[in-house]
């Protein structure tokens, strides 16, 4: 994967966007912060799709109603 200093990538950004489609994800880096990973979208569609949402995950656990804790009854608040 290539660096890019965000200076570079600012000038340069038609070049990152290039290489982005055809050499794969390039990084952008930022002095003394995280960096950033520019990638296309038809990577990030796939990799998108390969991972369920974490709403997935919940639905799909495996537990049973004795694994829940007791249910308390909702507050109703006086207007």
């Known amino acids: 994967m290539k660096s890019w200093s ?5 000038t340069n950004i038609a070049a990152v966007f290039d290489s982005a489609l ?13 960096s950033v990973v520019m990638v296309s979208e038809a990577l990030w569609r796939r990799l998108e799709a390969d991972y369920p949402s974490f709403a997935d ?9 004795d694994d829940l804790p007791e249910r308390r009854p909702a507050r109703v608040l006086s207007r």
């Open 6 to 10: 965000i200076s570079e990538a600012r």
């Open 22 to 34: 055809t050499d794969g994800p390039q990084r952008i880096e930022r002095r003394d912060r995280q």
């Open 57 to 65: 995950v919940v639905l799909g656990a495996p537990l049973e109603v």
